[in-house]
């Protein structure tokens, strides 16, 4: 069986951890390990490889973080734009035989009971290799409005509901034999796209051709990576495989379960996780070694910090998230408010809703130390073996400092090293490079002066990675 794992999501809900350049499935929020690594260790013991579904920024961390893991081999599939599942499935399936078994799954989500989980798969599993569409349907715990909802007899799925109201929600509790959507599916890749033809035609089509103008291969991955064309893309009908495929067919089938399953939408979902029975605050635990909040009289609070100490004295019930660069306060039960706020960010500072202080490149990290008028400096940290692309700026001169490593140099048409302690100046409008030829991370600090330091004021003449 081959597990699709969806990894398009943006985690509006979780900023500012989750940002659009480091959505939620790869922040590390569990034992150091992100959700996207999660899935993938989860499903090694039920899938024989991956087959993740991504844009293209996502690729270079999905390919980071799988080689801090010991995982199966993996696959991947570039869309240049989200058409929502609907197209990311079918154009997967595409990709696979027609009897190929897949089991589709968010990077996103977190299941605590692996034992209920593997049954489920297995029973699913089952149920696929008899010509079904299988879904698993989650027993509900409380009367949640957030989510879709299954009405099942056993196996059979009786409907689908749309996200009820309070009243409804609890009705359905109470009713027994209503399971949340999961978003978790199981099918024969040609059953499920001879289905979409039926009830999508659009879709199936304009999914078909774009696989027929795909290309094969990335600088990093060869064979493994098929890219999606951004106009073939933009063509495709954008649609859930709920709304396109599984409420129409007569081939549907579910599986209930209980799995300890949670899909983290929310920071009141996730202290929900953090917390434990007593009434004490829920502090997320980092692997950056934060520094421990200090609570006088403060209890039934989230909270999620970095490096700044914390403290909080006779407040109850509140979420707090501190990042290096934004800090948001909210009450427990009203986080749902945060993508409105997101919305604000981005008309008002949209690079705090795109990207953290700390951002992941294919080649390594930088992090943003100061940001002012004319300036700015940033710590980067460039692997072994990694090189930035060939590029320029139009507003911008810059001064490399290097502090542990060799970086190789490329200006203009000079080629030369600058070792620990050493510096050099690159001038606005010079073609440049730098790479990292050693062992060990090369870091170093970069000021940049201009009227203008913005990350869109780079022109790439040459990228290894595609970009």
Not at 251 to 270: N, Q, T
Request: with cysteine; proline share 4%; hydrophobic share 40%.
């Amino acid at each position: 069986m081959i597990n699709i794992i969806l990894c398009g999501g943006s985690g509006t809900r979780l900023w500012p951890l989750s940002r659009t350049m480091l959505p939620k499935q790869f922040v590390r929020l569990f034992d150091g390990y992100s959700l996207f690594q999660d899935t993938v260790i989860r499903n090694q013991s039920v899938c024989r490889h991956s087959f993740v579904i991504s844009n293209t920024e996502q690729y270079f961390l999905a390919v980071d973080q799988l080689s801090q893991i010991s995982s199966l081999p993996s696959r991947f599939l570039l869309e240049p734009e989200g058409r929502n599942t609907a197209p990311a499935i079918a154009l997967a399936c595409l990709a696979l035989d027609e009897d190929d078994l897949v089991f589709v799954t968010t990077s996103d989500h977190l299941v605590k009971d692996q034992n209920a989980y593997e049954n489920a798969v297995i029973k699913a599993k089952s149920l696929a290799e008899q010509g079904n569409l299988v879904t698993f349907g989650i027993q509900p715990t409380y009367p949640e409005t957030g989510f879709g909802y299954i009405e099942a007899s056993g196996n059979d799925v009786l409907s689908f509901k749309e996200k009820p109201s309070v009243k409804l929600a609890r009705s359905y509790l109470e009713a027994g034999n209503y399971y949340w959507n999961s978003g978790m599916f199981c099918f024969k890749a040609g059953v499920f796209l001879a289905e979409l033809q039926q009830h999508s035609p659009e879709i199936y089509e304009a999914s078909l051709r774009a696989m027929r103008s795909a290309k094969e291969g990335c600088a990093s991955q060869d064979d493994k990576v098929i890219k999606i064309d951004l106009d073939a893309m933009q063509s495709i009908p954008e649609d859930s495989i709920d709304y396109a495929v599984m409420e129409k067919s007569d081939m549907v089938k579910v599986v209930p379960c209980d799995m300890g399953w949670s899909d983290l939408g929310s920071f009141d979902a996730l202290y929900d996780e953090v917390k434990d029975d007593s009434n004490e605050n829920a502090v997320l635990p980092r692997i950056d070694k934060s520094p421990v909040p200090i609570c006088i009289d403060s209890k039934n609070n989230l909270l999620v910090t970095r490096d700044r100490q914390l403290a909080l004295v006779d407040v109850e019930d509140l979420l707090v998230v501190d990042t290096s660069d934004a800090i948001l306060i909210s009450k427990k039960g009203s986080s749902q408010k945060v993508k409105q706020v997101v919305s604000m960010i981005k008309k008002q500072s949209p690079e705090l809703a795109e990207i953290h202080r700390l951002a992941h490149r294919p080649w390594g990290t930088y992090e943003v130390l100061i940001d002012s008028e004319q300036y700015k400096v940033k710590r980067i940290v460039v692997k072994p073996g990694s090189k930035l692309s060939l590029q320029k700026h139009f507003h911008r001169n810059e001064h490399w400092i290097v502090v542990s490593g060799t970086a190789t140099v490329t200006v203009d048409s000079n080629v030369f090293l600058v070792r620990a302690n050493e510096s050099t100046y690159i001038q606005m409008g010079q073609v440049h490079r730098l790479e990292n030829q050693g062992k060990i991370d090369l870091v170093m600090i970069e000021v940049q002066v201009g009227e203008y330091t913005g990350e869109d004021d780079i022109v790439r003449i040459e990228d290894i990675y595609g970009r």
